[in-house]
């Protein structure tokens, strides 16, 4: 099953987004559940990251709740909230 994942940044913390970047990347690039597509949520009017956006695919619900729990972001108190919705992708034009 795939799963949208969308965090959202607690307001002037892009000092903790910088910090932990590189272990967040290594992170989701590593783990079991497959990586399908990620980057950063962005205000439209600061060019600034407001968010996080991963599309993932797992076995269950319970892995991606564990896989998103574990972040390197979620971890340092990046977010304010964390959204995991299964998806049924039907169009496709990434490719």
Known sequence: ?????????????????????EAHVEYVKG????????GPLMNDETDKP???????????RSDVENYAENDPYNKANLFTEVRITAINITVNNLD
Do not use: S, W
């Not at 783990?31 to 990620?38: D, F, I, N, R």
């Open 31 to 38: 783990q079991p559940v497959k990586l399908l597509l990620a």
């Open 50 to 60: 407001i968010g996080t956006l991963l599309v993932v695919e797992a076995d269950g």
């Open 1 to 21: 099953m795939k799963y949208v994942i969308q965090a959202f940044d607690k307001p002037d913390c892009l000092h903790i987004r910088l910090a932990n970047r």
